[in-house]
């Protein structure tokens, strides 16, 4: 009589777990709104979600170690040498960035120094698998860009090359005692 017992019991709890496939439904959809509901919460005025943005995309390179990673900002610092840092952003709000800006103590000149900065941003982009780096440096070897002045110092420097053009953006900017060129990847 107790195994019949047993057996009836255990059965019968069976039964109430897999004979209600409304209430597993309806504690499914909860579960799904709660999580919506928390993101919806979590900065609803952002398209992409910065609380999963991480370094984990650099972690790994060996030429990038020693860098100072900020999680409010997304960007990591690195000191390159006594003249030369770069700053490395992934994240975004409202529309997604991944960039890398080298900053230099010194003034540059674009023109009489492009190898030197197109260098830079081809050893950039190729070691950060998510930057097109082959597309990339095709692009700067075989001048497909087009350079325009926007105030003394300052540059827009436009990919033509189609692949790159809807999402790469590429500054300079140098005065007396500094300059600056930054390659970005944006995704809206």
């Given at each position: ?67 100072e990673w900020n999680n409010d ?50 050893w950039i982009t190729g070691l ?48 007396d005692d500094y300059s600056n ?8």
């Amino acid at each position: 009589m107790l195994l019949f017992l047993f057996f009836s019991v255990s059965l019968g709890s069976c039964k109430q777990v897999n004979n209600n496939p409304e209430a597993e439904k309806m504690e499914a959809d909860q579960t799904v709104e709660e999580e919506q509901t928390l993101q919806q919460y979590s900065n609803p005025r952002c398209k992409y979600d910065q609380s999963i943005q991480t370094d984990a995309f650099i972690r790994e390179i060996k030429e990038l170690e020693g860098y100072e990673w900020n999680n409010d900002e997304k960007t990591a610092q690195l000191v390159l040498n006594d003249h030369w840092s770069l700053s490395i952003k992934r994240g975004g709000c409202n529309y997604f960035e991944l960039s890398a800006s080298f900053i230099y103590d010194r003034f540059i000149n674009l023109e009489e120094n492009k190898d030197l900065i197109f260098d830079q941003v081809k050893w950039i982009t190729g070691l950060i698998s998510e930057f097109d780096a082959e597309q990339i440096a095709q692009a700067l070897d075989n001048g497909k860009l087009q350079i325009q002045s926007v105030n003394e110092g300052e540059y827009f420097i436009n990919f033509t090359d189609e692949r790159l053009y809807e999402y790469y953006q590429f500054t300079f900017k140098a005065q007396d005692d500094y300059s600056n060129f930054k390659i970005g990847k944006y995704l809206d």
